[in-house]
């Protein structure tokens, strides 16, 4: 403590690895889908071939996934783009994600698979590549626009 004329100055010594990184990666769960990365990739521009230039919002792609194949469609803007690709899934799940931030992401991926998991619609997106351990991205999720935030 540091004592001056009118005011005092405290500081506590932080006793904990600073900053601790790995409390805010989720961990892993069972709600995971697996497809070609570039499958996805294709996907993916198909789906922003359709969106809509004159919204100002960054446009968000909804994942939905269960046994068999992954949905992708333009949230916010209802029969836009509704695209499906195998994949094995080990239980359904889904997430909303912003189009672009997905789409660079994969394009760094160099891995022939990728791996998606999130624990509910609301949870960070965990993104893996099958083949290597050492990779591992978080995407953050994100709420599909509504159509009355688009009309601005």
């Avoid at 990739?41 to 230039?53: F, H, S």
């Avoid at 931030?101 to 949870?123: C, F, I, P, W």
Wanted: proline share 7%; with cysteine; hydrophobic share 45%.
């Amino acid at each position: 403590m540091v004592e001056a004329a009118g005011f005092n100055f405290v500081s506590k010594l932080i006793d904990a690895t600073y900053p601790d990184f790995q409390r805010a990666i989720p961990k892993p769960s069972d709600h995971t889908v697996t497809v070609e990365r570039v499958a996805l990739m294709q996907a993916l521009e198909r789906v922003k071939a359709v969106v809509d230039p004159t919204i100002k919002v960054k446009p968000v792609v909804g994942l939905l996934w269960q046994s068999g194949e992954l949905r992708l469609h333009l949230a916010g803007q209802p029969g836009a783009a509704d695209d499906a690709i195998d994949a094995k899934a080990d239980a359904a799940g889904g997430v909303a994600v912003q189009l672009h931030y997905l789409a660079e992401l994969l394009d760094e991926l160099v891995g022939k698979h990728v791996r998606l998991d999130a624990t509910s619609a609301g949870a960070p997106l965990l993104v893996t590549d099958p083949d290597d351990a050492d990779f591992l991205v978080v995407q953050m999720p994100c709420r599909a626009p509504s159509e009355t935030s688009q009309a601005a």
